[in-house]
């Protein structure tokens, strides 16, 4: 099973640039998952954006702590079977955690979860993913991991905690790619981060200049999305029949767009 895995899609210029390479990449893959939670504009995502991602022949969209930013998406997270916000935000928020796709004969379970360290106060990610693994386990072993976190060390003891037990732990939420993937001693892939797909010459997504001021004077920025040098940021995942990872390789591509 070969999967594609996108880094954060920050605005406009995330989605062009992944349109573009899916035009030509699409049927290479057997199943490919976006973390879109900066898609609209750089902050949330909202239905009418999310269909147009699930239009490019995504199968699933992770979200993370930006999830509640458009109050529109709401409903849509109810409504919408494959995409999925963290799985350790409060119970009976709209949404869930978690969804198994099944593409030509093929399932793949895709779990999302939000780190505690240097975030906003969430339930603990580990002891979450820990609970609901066991169900997952009786549908299939080919599971694979979104932790939407800050710190590096929180991340790779997920890695660590899931080794053996999942296909694959990525991050996100940072944007900044890490160039640390491996495979686990138990056949897990891991990355502390697989970046972002949008404006690479801006901080984080957006144009330096607000964030430069911000940073300056401290006073409130109206931020805007970077349109230079567009990267498309993620990971390619070999997955074999056992639900291991054979082979995890770093994407880090110029689009003009």
Known sequence: ???LIIGDLVGEPGREALAKYLEYKRELFDFIVV??????GGFGITPKIAN?????????VTLGNHTWDRREIYPYLDETENIIRPLNFAPGTPGKGYTIVEKNGKKLAVINIQGKVFMPPIACPFLAV?????????????????????????KQAMGWNLDGQVSLVYGTHTHTQTADERILHRGTGYITDIGMTGGHDGILGMNKKESIQK??????ARWSVCKENIKINGIIVDINEYGRTEKIERLNLHISI
């Open 130 to 154: 820990d609970e609901l693994l066991p169900e997952i386990k009786k549908i299939t072993n080919n599971i694979i991991v979104d932790f939407h976190g800050e710190a590096t060390s929180e």
């Open 1 to 3: 099973m070969k999967l």
């Open 35 to 40: 973390n879109g939670e900066n898609v609209a």
């Open 52 to 60: 147009k991602v699930f239009n490019l022949g995504i199968d699933v």
């Open 215 to 220: 940073f300056k004077d401290g006073l409130p």
